[in-house]
T-cell receptor
Framework: AQSVTQPDIHITVSEGASLELRCNYS??????LFWYVQSPGQGLQLLLK??????LVQGIKGFEAEFKRSQSSFNLRKPSVHWSDAAEYFC?????????????FGRGTSLIVHP | KAGVTQTPRYLIKTRGQQVTLSCSPI?????VSWYQQTPGQGLQFLFE???????NKGNFPGRFSGRQFSNSRSEMNVSTLELGDSALYLC?????????????FGPGTRLTVL
């Protein structure tokens, strides 16, 4: 069975600073990998996804993530954080099934942005 | 294009009752997935429907069921409600069968079981 670990429950950064959110997964085959953001009043939104190909994935809102198979990691990065990035971030791994996938989510990392 | 719509947005039920939640997908989206989000268990996948057929299922008891109609709208039902069923229920839709399609989430239905 697949699993996802987000080691940091909370992360605090200053506005304008760089950001890296960690995600480690456990899965026997090539995984589908995702990062989602959840803000109050905004619902859950897909930031980026990896299925195959280039291991550096660009997403929306200036985010990117890098798939490192040797480390079983899919860390999310942003070079300069904005106050509006304060939210809950979820990493997920998908197991291919039935022409789609079954996702398993991490417990989330809460991002706090100081002015 | 209108987004994913979920009704009702808030619901209060008592233990033992049953509840039906509805999800209307973005126009043209044929896949609908349901998720449960709780502080204790986090985000968990319930099931996915595509072309009126359940394509995938998570690890939930049979009290949780769903269906999809020919217009792609989906409902999920929880029978014999328990306190632990209190949660935010999210649905997400995507265009077609391909697993690589982007999912779009609705705002959720907040269910409280008393």
């Amino acid at each position: 069975a697949q699993s996802v670990t987000q080691p940091d429950i909370h992360i605090t950064v200053s506005e304008g600073a760089s950001l890296e959110l960690r995600c480690n997964y456990s899965y026997g085959a090539t995984p589908y990998l995702f990062w989602y953001v959840q803000s109050p009043g905004q619902g859950l939104q897909l930031l980026l996804k990896y299925f195959s190909g280039d291991t550096l994935v660009q997403g929306i809102k200036g985010f990117e993530a890098e798939f490192k198979r040797s480390q079983s990691s899919f860390n999310l990065r942003k070079p300069s954080v904005h106050w509006s990035d304060a939210a809950e971030y979820f990493c997920a791994v998908g197991r291919a099934s039935g022409g789609s996938y079954i996702p398993t989510f991490g417990r989330g990392t809460s991002l706090i942005v100081h002015p | 294009k209108a987004g994913v719509t979920q009704t009702p947005r808030y619901l209060i039920k008592t233990r033992g009752q049953q509840v039906t939640l509805s999800c209307s997908p973005i126009s043209g989206h044929r896949s609908v997935s349901w998720y449960q989000q709780t502080p204790g268990q986090g985000l968990q996948f319930l099931f996915e429907y595509f072309s009126e057929t359940q394509r995938n299922k998570g690890n939930f008891p049979g009290r949780f069921s769903g269906r999809q109609f020919s217009n792609s709208r989906s409902e999920m039902n929880v029978s014999t409600l328990e306190l632990g069923d209190s949660a935010l229920y999210l649905c997400a839709t995507k265009t077609a069968g391909g697993g690589t399609d982007t999912q779009y989430f609705g705002p959720g239905t907040r269910l409280t079981v008393l």
